[in-house]
């Protein structure tokens, strides 16, 4: 029951992400914000995360993963709804802060809690809790789609995944593995070097994926020019393959090694970026984004795992070390294409992201993995 109630909490926390990232053009329309604009109020998520650094890793260690869990996922949820209230940009920042801060603790407790459920079945399970998370972000594009076709504002949208988050934490609460300790460790620790290298990959490769996140509607809408529901059907084809990726990813790993797995996906990553560059046709640009959701796949999953395993620290504050530096590359992409979209084109700020899909595969290549 564990394993299912782990993988529960990972589709609430892809859900409820994905159900923001698909109304982000809606509140930017409302609101009235420029590309630049849209790229500044973005960054106030890194902030919030940056703000959860010194907290994550200690509050960890003394409530234990469960209990963070529990409390992070329901502030996330409801923070969700206040996205939806927002009427000025001030207050979106606001909301965004916290939305930032609940995210990065909802993520280290989440993954501490399938480190422990991997290692229970002593087999790579990670990769398929991460393409559970990605079946979530899949179904809230659909359900996103869906209320932008009827017109449903974001408010009551979100409040509907509120309630459905809500219902979920009740029934698998009691499955979660309680890992409190009686002492707490240290408000923030230093990872070796082993682990900021594992940070640094996802930073690079979470760079692509906030982007995909955040801007392929917007893309699509201004780049490609796709029409109505279509404008969504890259977002769409980036969560397919990202998710399907996931659940052979820990197959493909095992038996071509971790270092070959980064290396291949890092290259699929920044073709299909170039792909939708070089060729922004609706299918063209389908294909290239199908390209870059298998490519980020696996990466956040085996660096994850990799960081659990680690024989300096616990898997709790290994994982806050190594999935906050990964998670600002998630979260500073978004507006750093904002900035460039508006002194160039949201092409070239698509061709800078490839570049970070390279840089994965060139770290991976040059690390001792």
């Known amino acids: 029951m564990l394993r299912i109630a782990v993988a529960a909490m990972f589709f609430m926390a892809g859900l409820c992400f994905a159900s923001w990232a698909s109304r982000i053009a809606t509140i930017q329309q409302n609101l009235n914000l420029t590309d630049a604009a849209l790229g500044g109020v973005l960054f106030a998520l890194p902030v919030g995360l940056m703000c959860s650094l010194p907290f994550s890793g200690w509050i960890i260690t003394k409530i234990g993963s469960r209990n963070l869990l529990l409390t992070a996922l329901v502030v996330y949820s409801c923070t969700l709804v206040t996205l939806g209230l927002a009427q000025t940009t001030l207050q979106l920042i606001l909301c965004l802060l916290l939305f930032g801060f609940s995210s990065n603790a909802v993520n280290i407790a ?20 991460h393409g559970v998370w990605s079946m979530a972000g899949f179904t809230g594009a659909g359900i996103g789609t869906f209320m932008i076709g009827n017109h449903i504002i974001p408010f009551h949208h979100f409040s509907l995944i509120l309630i459905i988050i809500l219902i979920v934490i009740i029934v698998s609460s009691r499955y979660l593995k309680n890992d409190r300790v009686a002492s707490a460790g240290p408000a923030f620790v230093m990872p070796d070097n082993s682990l900021i ?61 971790l270092k070959r797995t980064l290396q291949i996906s890092g290259l699929l990553t920044a073709t299909g970026l170039m792909i939708a560059v070089i060729f922004p046709q609706l ?61 160039a084109t949201l092409r070239a700020s698509f061709t800078l992201i490839a570049m970070m899909g390279l840089c994965v595969t060139v770290i991976s290549t040059k690390a001792k993995i």
Not at 110 to 129: D, L
Not at 236 to 253: H, P, S
Request: aromatic residues 14%; positive net charge; hydrophobic residues 55%.
């Open 283 to 343: 299918y063209t640009a389908l294909f290239g984004f199908l390209m870059v959701g298998a490519g980020v796949s696996s990466v956040v999953p085996m660096v994850f795992s990799a960081a659990g395993r680690s024989k300096t620290m616990s898997p709790g504050v290994a994982l806050a070390a190594v999935s906050t530096i990964g998670f600002m590359g998630f979260l500073i992409g978004p507006p750093l294409i904002g900035f460039i979209a508006e002194a």
């Open 110 to 129: 989440v993954n501490t809690q399938a480190v422990a459920a991997e290692a229970i079945y002593e087999k790579p399970i990670m990769a398929s809790f």
């Open 197 to 257: 290298k594992l940070g640094i990959i996802a930073f690079c490769s979470m760079i692509c994926e906030g982007a995909m996140f955040d801007w392929s509607v917007i893309y699509f809408k201004k780049v490609v020019l796709a029409q109505g529901a279509w404008m969504g059907a890259g977002y769409t084809a980036f969560m397919l393959t990202m998710a399907g990726g996931r659940f052979i990813a820990d197959w493909f790993a095992h038996r071509f090694g």
